[in-house]
């Protein structure tokens, strides 16, 4: 492919084939054949890429527990430094203030007393903040359960100066494991001896109920097996559990309004009784009164009640000749202001002296015919 030029415009010789292309302007071809897109392309994975380094530097810091503060590096020297592993904190006073950097091993010489055999160097660093001391003492203690150690700095006696950076703690100034170990129990030997003796008693009581313990593991073992015989019906229980509470679930709002009607109820309740508290107790003191007024009239009581049958016999007698009441008054005394009236419904007779058994037959009219039924009634009025 060749370009030829000519007046009318380019073309581009392709074999035998000539491709002609409008004439342009000067310098207006290479504008069409620029990219405005790209620097904004760049600029995208530009910054991309420096937030992806951030987020990773992060990460990894995050994931090795880096210390990117300015610190100060130490050594302490020990006997033994077994379970102490680079990483591990380093505390003053409970507070982590750097990391164990390494361990190392020193085979003898000075550093190691002259004792003739090894010892282990421990590398440290202390935040730029604090600073350990040429009186300052190194331990090893446990951090957790699981056996993870830390390394302690302790302040020492009084009196010390800055130790440099660089500057090392040793062997005669550190507190190996074991010894802290023994700090953790000592004063406390009554204790551990009843905490051994009570896991003895444990131990000893589990033995002698070995049969015991035979029994109960033998008969659920029996209780498994009954369940697996019966698994089906366990598993439609577990379901029918299942469908109540999905059936109480959806019947939540209505369960609710249950609830709140009784509290309702329990309120109001709870208000009527307040109210009824005061005439309820006085109409219980009044019954008690009036069981013990009965209980003081009792004679007069049984009085009435056994007179009670002939004064059903005379009102039987009364109406016993048909729908009208045969009754006679003997005497009606009727009082006024001032003397009192008497008036005599017996003839003849004044009150209050009457006849003896003055006969109800032929006192009206002085007829012998007697007035009503002498079968039923009194034959005389006194």
């Not at 987020?55 to 050594?75: E, F, G, Q």
């Not at 004063?187 to 109960?216: K, Y």
Request: charge should be negative; charged fraction near 10%.
């Amino acid at each position: 492919m060749h370009p030829v030029s000519g007046d009318g415009g380019d073309s581009v010789v392709e074999g035998d084939h000539h491709l002609h292309l409008p004439h342009l302007p000067h310098g207006e071809h290479r504008a069409h054949h620029a990219h405005p897109g790209l620097r904004w392309i760049i600029v995208k994975v530009a910054i991309f890429t420096a937030l992806s380094v951030v987020i990773t530097s992060i990460v990894v810091t995050s994931l090795l527990d880096l210390d990117v503060h300015p610190t100060h590096n130490y050594s302490a020297i020990f006997a033994d430094a077994a379970g102490l592993q680079p990483g591990d904190t380093v505390r003053i006073a409970g507070v982590e203030v750097g990391k164990v950097a390494g361990v190392s091993l020193i085979n003898g010489g000075p550093l190691c007393g002259h004792t003739g055999t090894g010892c282990a160097r421990i590398s440290f660093s202390l935040d730029n903040t604090q600073h350990a001391t040429t009186t300052s003492t190194a331990t090893i203690h446990f951090e957790n359960l699981l056996g993870q150690r830390y390394l302690a700095i302790l302040p020492g006696s009084p009196g010390g100066a800055t130790l440099r950076s660089g500057g090392v703690i040793p062997l005669s100034q550190v507190n190996e494991l074991s010894e802290s170990i023994i700090d953790v129990f000592s004063g406390e030997s009554s204790t551990v001896s009843s905490l051994v003796s009570e896991t003895a008693s444990i131990t000893n009581n589990l033995a002698d109920r070995q049969a015991v313990l035979n029994g109960l593991l033998t008969s659920l073992a029996s209780l498994l097996n009954a369940v697996g015989v019966h698994d089906t019906q366990v598993g439609q229980l577990i379901g029918n559990f299942d469908t109540l509470v999905r059936g109480l679930a959806s019947s939540k709002t209505q369960l609710g309004s249950a609830i709140s009607n009784l509290s309702t109820l329990t309120t109001t309740v709870g208000n009527l009784l307040d109210q009824t508290a005061v005439p309820f107790h006085q109409d219980f003191v009044a019954l008690v009164g009036a069981t013990k007024s009965l209980e003081n009239n009792q004679g007069a009581i049984n009085s009435l009640l056994q007179g009670f049958p002939g004064l059903i016999n005379a009102v039987a007698k009364i109406g016993s000749d048909g729908s009208w009441v045969n009754a006679y008054i003997c005497n009606l005394t009727v009082n006024l202001s001032g003397p009192p009236l008497n008036i005599s419904l017996v003839p003849g007779a004044t009150f209050p002296t009457y006849p003896a058994d003055i006969t109800l037959g032929g006192l009206i009219g002085g007829g012998p015919t007697a007035i009503g039924n002498q079968a039923v009634h009194t034959e005389s009025c006194s």
